[in-house]
Nanobody, 115 residues
Framework: QVQFVESGGDLVQPGGSLRLSCAVS????????MGWYRQAPGKQRDLVAR???????VYVDSVKGRFTISRDNAKNLLYLQMNSLKPEDTAVYYC?????????WGQGTQVTVSS
């Protein structure tokens, strides 16, 4: 069964940085476009960054230039480097396949940006 284990979330001040990690098992990780999603309270879960099997990346405008997605295919790990964090980045962050996502989702990791 597929499993996603996210980690690295924390409380951080505006302008700070965090690096999220996700350990993936149960799928042929290297073959898939992977993504980071986030869900703020009362809002839907949105895909904010994705990376193809060959390493091409795509970001939504709100995180472009601040977030960097990367992957380690040898270790089945997905990363999200987040810089210049803003209060509106506050959300639970999840990793999953980009198209389509698998079920079940992982537990996510909470990122809170607040002074």
């Amino acid at each position: 069964q597929v499993q996603f284990v996210e980690s690295g979330g924390d409380l951080v001040q505006p302008g700070g940085s965090l690096r999220l990690s996700c350990a993936v098992s149960g799928i042929m990780f290297r073959s898939y476009t992977m993504g980071w999603y986030r869900q703020a309270p009362g809002k839907q879960r949105d895909l904010v960054a994705r990376i193809s099997s060959s390493g091409s990346t795509v970001y939504v405008d709100s995180v472009k230039g601040r977030f960097t997605i990367s992957r380690d295919n040898a270790k089945n790990l997905l990363y999200l480097q987040m810089n210049s964090l803003k209060p509106e980045d506050t959300a639970v962050y999840y990793c999953n396949k980009a198209f389509p996502p698998e079920v079940p989702w992982g537990q996510g990791t909470q990122v809170t940006v607040s002074s």
